[in-house]
């Protein structure tokens, strides 16, 4: 089954702390993966994606993600916290099943807490 | 560039009742797919529309519809409103679909529709 988890609902970090976001996923084939983060009241912003290559993926705001093919994960990962990084984070990956038009399954979402 | 803009942002409805949302992608992107957001489902796909033709369809009812214009840009419907139908509704735009879709959207800031 074509599936991707986010085993957090929470994650709470203090500011200039180092911070992750878990997600694990469960596709046929070589997965693409993605994260998106949603601040309050706003629609979702594309934060990074896998697809081939280096297995950590550097993306926008200082975020990155390593790709860990044994595990099944794809972990967004900041070196240093900030109070803006506050939002709710996805991950998502695409559906590889012949008939579903390539379109990305979601996880449920991990809101980030970042406190000064 | 313009981004994704939905139209309207906010709107109260009562059960029973019928609704139009409208979503205009960015210039040249000729995808086109629909998301439902409330807290305890996350993000459910709804549908997909590519050059004018349904790609793909997620699990809802056929209360929900939805179709693009030659312009790309795209209208969902839903009938009998249900207090279940509250939520935020996202639009998302792309510049291709199925086997060439790198995964990447464009996301609007929503929709938010209150059902009474």
């Known amino acids: 089954a074509q599936s991707v988890a986010q085993p957090e609902d929470q994650v709470n970090v203090a500011e200039g702390n180092p911070l992750t976001v878990k997600c694990t996923y469960s596709v046929s084939g070589n997965p693409y993966l993605f994260w998106y983060v949603q601040y309050p009241n706003r629609g979702l912003q594309f934060l990074l994606k896998?697809?081939?290559?280096d297995n950590l993926v550097k993306g926008s705001y200082g975020f990155e993600a390593e790709f860990n093919k044994s595990q099944t994960s794809f972990h967004l990962k900041k070196p240093s916290a900030l109070v803006s990084d506050s939002a709710l984070y996805f991950c998502a990956v695409r559906d590889e099943r012949t008939g579903n038009n390539r379109k990305l399954i979601w996880g449920l979402g991990t809101s980030l807490a970042v406190n000064p | 560039k313009a981004g994704v803009t939905q139209t309207p942002r906010y709107l109260i409805k009562t059960r029973g009742q019928q609704v139009t949302l409208s979503c205009s992608p960015i210039s040249g992107h000729r995808s086109v797919s629909w998301y439902q957001q409330t807290p305890g489902q996350g993000l459910q796909f709804l549908f997909e529309?590519?050059?004018?033709?349904?790609?793909n369809k997620g699990n809802f009812p056929g209360r929900f519809s939805g179709r693009q214009f030659s312009n790309s840009r795209s209208e969902m419907n839903v009938s009998t409103l249900e207090l279940g139908d509250s939520a935020l509704y996202l639009c998302?735009?792309?510049?291709?679909?199925?086997?060439?879709?790198?995964?990447?959207?464009?996301f609007g800031e929503g929709s938010r529709l209150t059902v009474l």
């Open positions: 896998y697809i081939t290559g």
């Open positions: 529309y590519f050059s004018e033709t349904q790609r």
């Open positions: 998302a735009s792309s510049k291709t679909s199925g086997d060439t879709n790198t995964g990447e959207l464009f």
